[in-house]
């Protein structure tokens, strides 16, 4: 049976990943679309990092789990998640726009299902809920960013 705190870590290794790829897109991005794209990965992977500060920052202080802040186990499960989606050089703008699209949904997900996980343990306190549905609502916003970038015909 998995502890509250390995559920957190899985949850940061996802932050790392998202993190990283989402660098790499900024880096990676061109075309026609380069400057709204490379604004936009840019104040994503931003967010990331402040989400991994969060995170762990609620974890040890909500609910008293120092081992979450350990970088080797979340990089080493961070590799596997990033694994999981293309990697953003050379692959064409509308490419990488639909595979960060692809990430921010997955994220949420990851998010939810870390909330709800919580909430059944009985380890979700209001600061660390309070957090979660924060950067969820934030990366909903992403998520509708992202899914008007990757439109390819006009909608009547």
């Known amino acids: ?56 920052e609620k974890s040890i202080g909500s609910c008293g789990v120092e081992t979450v802040a350990a970088p080797i186990p979340s990089l080493e499960l961070s590799i596997a998640v990033l694994k999981g989606y293309p990697s953003p050089e050379s692959m064409t703008s509308l490419a990488i726009a639909s595979a960060a699209l692809q990430l921010e949904q997955d994220y949420l997900q990851a998010t939810d299902e870390l909330f709800r ?35 390819t015909e006009v909608q009547d």
């Open 117 to 151: 996980t919580l909430e059944q343990m009985e380890c979700l306190p209001l600061g660390l809920n309070d957090f979660l549905a924060a950067t969820a609502n934030k990366h909903d916003t992403f998520v509708y960013k992202l899914s008007q970038r990757v439109k």
């Open 1 to 56: 049976m998995h502890s509250h705190s390995d559920y957190i870590v899985a949850y940061i290794a996802f932050v790392r990943a998202a993190y990283s790829w989402f660098h790499a897109a900024h880096h990676s991005t061109s075309g026609v679309a380069f400057a709204g794209d490379h604004e936009l990965y840019s104040v994503i992977y931003n967010d990331y990092l402040q989400v991994l500060d969060g995170i762990i």
